[in-house]
C-alpha cells in the first residue's frame, strides 16, 4: 500500500514503504555538477518517464560559484546569469523541491527536509521527508574559518551570491564616503583584506582592482584609485595558489605585485575584528572590508550522516563508481565529494571542471545502475589550471589530452580558454540554441549598461 499525503513543496510527499512506480532519483544540491545532472538525467530519463527525477535545493536560483568573485567586484550582473531552478526543472522533465537536507534515513530511503523560511522567518515550506531509490548529494562546500574569531562577525565568506552582492553594495559605499571625506582625510580612505590567496582570493584582488578604476570614472573624481584603495591579499602559507604549479603562482603574484595589491605570504589570521584583521605575528592589518576566503570543507552536518564515511573536511568518502563506501544505493560528486584521484595518490581537489566531470559520468552510468549493471569507475581527467586576473590577463597550464602534454598559457588565448570552462557549464544545462542565444543577448546588453555595477 502507498499512502500519499499533500505538503507545500509543489509535491507530494511518499511513504517509502512498498514503493511501486518508476525509479526514483534524489539530487541533494543545485550547484554546478546538481544541476548538470539532473538537468542530463530530466533528458534522458525523466522525458521518457523512465525515472522520477527529484532536485532538493535551498536556493531559488543557480549560479556558477567560480563566477561570484566578479559579482563582489560588480563586472558581472548576477540576474543576467542566474538559472530559476523551477524554470529549469520545467523545461528539462525533472521537479525541483524547496529546501535543505538535514538527516538521511538510509534503511527507509528517505531524506529529511528542513522547513524553508523567509526574510522575516515566515516558513514557506515545512519539514517534509522525501523517498528516493537512487541518492546522489552534490551540496558542495562551505568556507573553512579554522575556528577563527570573528570570522562570523565581521568577515564576508563569497559562498553564495546574495554574500557577494551584499560585499559589492559595501563597496560602493565606502567609495561614495570617501569621495565625500576626500577633503578631510589622507591616503588610503578604503582598505580590503583578502584572507586567503587561493584561486578566489587572487582572482578577487585582480578584479577589485580594475572594478575601482573604472567606479571612480562615474563622477567620484576626488578619489584616486591608486592612492586612496589599499588591497590587502593575505596568505598563511609560503605562496599564493599553493594548490596549483609554482610557475602560475610566480606569475600571477608579479602581476599583483604590479597592480599595487599589498601581498603577504606567511601571515596567519589570529582574529578577524570589525576594523581590520589581527595577524598571528602580532601585527594588526586596518580595513574597513574583510573577505574570508582562506578554505574549504563539506557541511558539518555531513560528519554524522547515517553513518556514512567521511573525511576530516566533512566529505563523504566514495569509491572510484563514485558510490560511497558503506551504501551503494547513495553517491557523492562535488566538492562535497572526497573521490579517489586513480593514478595518484589522494583524491581528487575541488575543482569546477571536476564537478562537470563527474556529473557527466553519473548521467551515463546512472542509467546502467537502473538495469543492474555495473558501474565504471571514474576517472579524472586533468585539464589543467587556469587564474583569471581580470582585464589584466590570464595565467595557467593545460595539460593531458587536451594539448598533447603540459603547456603553459597566458595573455588573450588562457582568457578565452578560462571563459570556455562556463560555456561547457552552460551548454550542460541549456544546449546549444539556448546558450547561443544568451551569450548574444549579454554582449548585445553590455553595449547599453555601466561597465561595472554602480548599485
Known amino acids: ?119 522575516e522567518g515566515k516558513p514557506i515550506t515545512p519539514p517534509y521527508v522525501r523517498g528516493y531509490d537512487t541518492l546522489v548529494i552534490a551540496t558542495g562546500s562551505h568556507t573553512n574559518d579554522f575556528g577563527t574569531p570573528g570570522v562570523h562577525e565581521h568577515a564576508i565568506a563569497l559562498e553564495t551570491p546574495e554574500e557577494a552582492d551584499r560585499f559589492h553594495e559595501r563597496m560602493v559605499n565606502a567609495c561614495m564616503r570617501a569621495h565625500v571625506q576626500a577633503t578631510q582625510q589622507g591616503p588610503h580612505q578604503v582598505a580590503v583584506a583578502i584572507v586567503g590567496a587561493g584561486a578566489t582570493g587572487v582572482e578577487l584582488a585582480a578584479e577589485l582592482r580594475k572594478a575601482l578604476r573604472l567606479l571612480v570614472t562615474y563622477g567620484l573624481d576626488r578619489i584616486d584609485p591608486e592612492r586612496d584603495f589599499q588591497i590587502h591579499l593575505l596568505e598563511a602559507g609560503p605562496r599564493i595558489l599553493a594548490g596549483l604549479p609554482e610557475r602560475i603562482a610566480e606569475a600571477a603574484a608579479d602581476l599583483l605585485k604590479g597592480l599595487g595589491i599589498q601581498l603577504r605570504c606567511n601571515a596567519k589570521v589570529s582574529a578577524v575584528r570589525a576594523d581590520g584583521v589581527e595577524l598571528a605575528d602580532g601585527s594588526f592589518v586596518s580595513a574597513q572590508l574583510v573577505v574570508w576566503a582562506a578554505g574549504v570543507k563539506a557541511p558539518q552536518w555531513m560528519h554524522e550522516l547515517a553513518g556514512l564515511e567521511t573525511n576530516k573536511l566533512n566529505q563523504l568518502v566514495v569509491r572510484p563508481t563514485l558510490q560511497t563506501t558503506r551504501d551503494d544505493r547513495v553517491f557523492a560528486i562535488g566538492d562535497c565529494a572526497a573521490a579517489p584521484w586513480l ?92 546558450t547561443t542565444l544568451g551569450t548574444a543577448s549579454r554582449v548585445l546588453t553590455s553595449r547599453t549598461e555601466p561597465r561595472v555595477k554602480l548599485h
Do not use: C
Open 1 to 119: 500500500m502507498v499512502v500519499w499525503t499533500r505538503d507545500l513543496t509543489l509535491g507530494l510527499t511518499e511513504n517509502n514503504n512498498e514503493h511501486r512506480g518508476p525509479h526514483r532519483i534524489v539530487v541533494v544540491g543545485g550547484g554546478a555538477g546538481g544541476l548538470e545532472l539532473v538537468t542530463r538525467l530530466g533528458r534522458m530519463l525523466g522525458k521518457r518517464g523512465r525515472a522520477h527525477i527529484t532536485l532538493i535545493e535551498k536556493a531559488r536560483t543557480h549560479f556558477w560559484k567560480p563566477h561570484l568573485h566578479e559579482i563582489a567586484a560588480g563586472s558581472i550582473d548576477l540576474h543576467t546569469h542566474a538559472i530559476d531552478y523551477l524554470a529549469q526543472s520545467h523545461w528539462h522533465h525533472f521537479r525541483y523541491r524547496l529546501g535543505s537536507m538535514v538527516a538521511l534515513d538510509r534503511q527507509r530511503r528517505e531524506v529529511h527536509v528542513a522547513p524553508a523560511l523567509d526574510d
Open 343 to 434: 593514478g595518484r595518490q589522494g583524491t581528487v581537489p575541488p575543482r569546477a571542471q571536476a564537478a562537470h566531470q563527474q556529473a557527466s559520468h553519473l548521467a551515463k552510468q546512472l542509467p546502467r545502475h537502473l538495469r543492474g549493471l555495473p558501474l565504471k569507475p571514474w576517472q579524472y581527467r586533468d585539464f589543467g589550471s587556469l587564474v583569471s586576473l581580470g582585464q589584466h590577463t590570464t595565467v595557467g597550464n593545460l595539460m593531458g589530452a587536451l594539448v598533447g602534454g603540459n603547456l603553459w598559457v597566458e595573455g588573450l588565448f588562457a582568457r578565452l580558454m578560462y571563459l570556455s570552462l562556463y560555456k561547457l557549464h552552460e551548454l550542460a544545462v541549456h544546449g546549444w540554441w539556448r
